[in-house]
């Protein structure tokens, strides 16, 4: 099947002219969404399900009334990610009198705010920044006739699911909603199911599944030989995009550090950044004056660059959800890639995990000169074994953070008549104390 037989209109197929034939995620949505049904599409990184929903939503636009508002909303988890997507929606609709705009935070409001007045048919925005536009009255929502949630269950990981329930709340209620992910919490299947009519329901692969051309390795070594093992993989002639993952900001700092010490084109992106200093590492590594990216799990949603040979988890993540969106990034659009991962024997669980989720073993491959105790060898496949024990889920680890901050909050709170009495104690003991 082709785009045309899709039902797509011929400036769109021009469009995306070159491309290959449609992927099975677009095959799939595109017919759903230019029906005007409401969706929940559970697609692997990489699948193209970006395409899936700013195709058929560009023809709806097409053919709809001009508003004096937006008529379609994207709202997605990161800035890097608005960004692709707003590139994409100008590639896509090159031959259509459409206009669309992006606003994120990291920069300044007043130019967005110009743009949300210059009678937008698309919106891409994440959701903070969006937020802050609609208590200013600079976003007008009421044309909008469809929604799509981009990155479902990055939203929950990140804390945006009350800023993405308040969107929703402030948008028609008759409207088209669309949402894509890779994988599907039950916080976010409860949240569409809610927000949703008669949803038609799409996966493309078992969830949580990795894409099926990642060769994935798992090499078992010490953590304080990780630098050193990852400069040694690096030397790799076949390594020439790689992505590295870790799961601090500090760690990605230090280990672009190294590498570039090491004699390596390496930077870093992560959350610290500015958006800035985020967008002109990310178009090095595109170009290629940088080969070697450093990334942390938030910073790297955005991150669509092709030609990624490796991916390299320098630390596994605390959430196993996250190892299939790391190992996402290479292997697109069809095409094959390899995912390396540093294992130390502390990790032990959450590679168990990761394995239960995805559900098959990954291979061990020791690397000579580099020596793991008699625990590390305990690093075996597993099978199907239980959720390992001290293990977290996302919403758990979600939950947890959130009591940790009430609780720290509580601690630091005043209470005027505690205060009050603790005064009153002191001035006794005072005078009780006092020379006469």
């Given at each position: 099947m082709n785009f045309t037989e899709l039902g797509l209109r011929p400036e769109i197929v021009q469009a995306v002219k070159g491309y290959a034939n449609p992927t099975s995620i677009q095959e799939k949505a595109i017919p759903i969404v230019l029906k005007g049904q409401d969706l929940i599409a559970s697609a692997q990184t990489g699948t193209g399900k970006t395409a899936a929903f700013l195709l058929p939503i560009l023809q709806q636009l097409l053919v709809g009334k001009p508003s004096r508002g937006p008529r379609a909303l994207v709202i997605t988890p990161t800035r890097e990610l608005a960004a692709q997507i707003g590139d994409m929606a100008k590639r896509y609709g090159k031959h259509l009198n459409l206009r669309s705009g992006v606003v994120f935070g990291g920069v300044a409001m007043e130019p967005q705010k110009r743009k949300l007045a210059g009678n937008l048919d698309l919106l891409i925005a994440?959701?903070?920044?969006?937020?802050?536009?609609?208590?200013?009255?600079?976003?007008?929502?009421?044309?909008?006739?469809?929604?799509?949630?981009?990155?479902?269950?990055?939203?929950?990981?990140?804390?945006?699911l009350p800023d993405v329930r308040r969107i929703l709340s402030a948008l028609p209620k008759s409207r088209q909603n669309l949402f894509f992910s890779a994988t599907m919490p039950d916080a976010i299947e409860a949240l569409i199911r809610r927000t949703s009519r008669?949803?038609?329901?799409?996966?493309?692969?078992?969830?949580?599944?990795?894409?099926?051309?990642v060769t994935q390795v798992i090499h078992p070594v010490q953590t304080d030989q990780k630098k050193e093992l990852l400069k040694t993989i690096l030397q790799n002639s076949n390594m020439h995009h790689t992505l590295v993952f870790t799961r601090t900001k500090a760690r990605a700092n230090q280990l672009a550090r190294v590498l570039e010490k090491s004699g390596h084109a390496a930077t870093a992106i992560h959350s610290n950044k500015s958006q800035n200093a985020r967008t002109r590492a990310l178009a090095h590594f595109r170009s290629g004056k940088f080969d070697i990216l450093i990334a942390t799990d938030i910073a790297a949603r955005g991150i669509d660059v092709e030609g990624i040979s490796h991916v390299v988890n320098f630390e596994l993540p605390e959430a196993?959800?996250?190892?299939?969106?790391?190992?996402g990034r290479t292997a697109r659009a069809g095409a094959s890639g390899n995912a390396?991962?540093?294992?130390?024997?502390?990790?032990?669980?959450?590679?168990a995990a990761i394995e239960r989720l995805i559900g098959t073993s990954?291979?061990?491959?020791?690397?000579?000169?580099?020596?793991?105790?008699?625990?590390?060898?305990?690093?075996?496949?597993?099978r199907k074994s239980p959720a390992p024990?001290?293990?977290?889920?996302?919403?758990?680890?979600?939950?947890s953070k959130k009591a940790a901050a009430s609780r720290e909050g509580a601690k630091h709170s005043t209470n005027p008549n505690k205060k009050k009495s603790q005064r009153k104690k002191r001035t006794r003991a005072r005078s009780i104390t006092a020379p006469a």
């Open positions: 994440t959701p903070g920044r969006l937020l802050d536009h609609v208590s200013r009255k600079q976003a007008p929502l009421s044309h909008i006739r469809t929604v799509v949630l981009d990155e479902a269950d990055r939203m929950l990981d990140m804390g945006f008669d949803p038609v329901m799409i996966e493309v692969a078992r969830r949580a599944t990795p894409v099926n051309k196993a959800e996250d190892y299939v969106h790391r190992i390396i991962s540093l294992v130390a024997p502390q990790e032990h669980k959450k590679l990954i291979k061990r491959e020791p690397v000579d000169g580099f020596t793991v105790t008699a625990e590390a060898s305990k690093l075996k496949p597993n024990r001290g293990f977290r889920s996302r919403q758990q680890l979600h939950r």
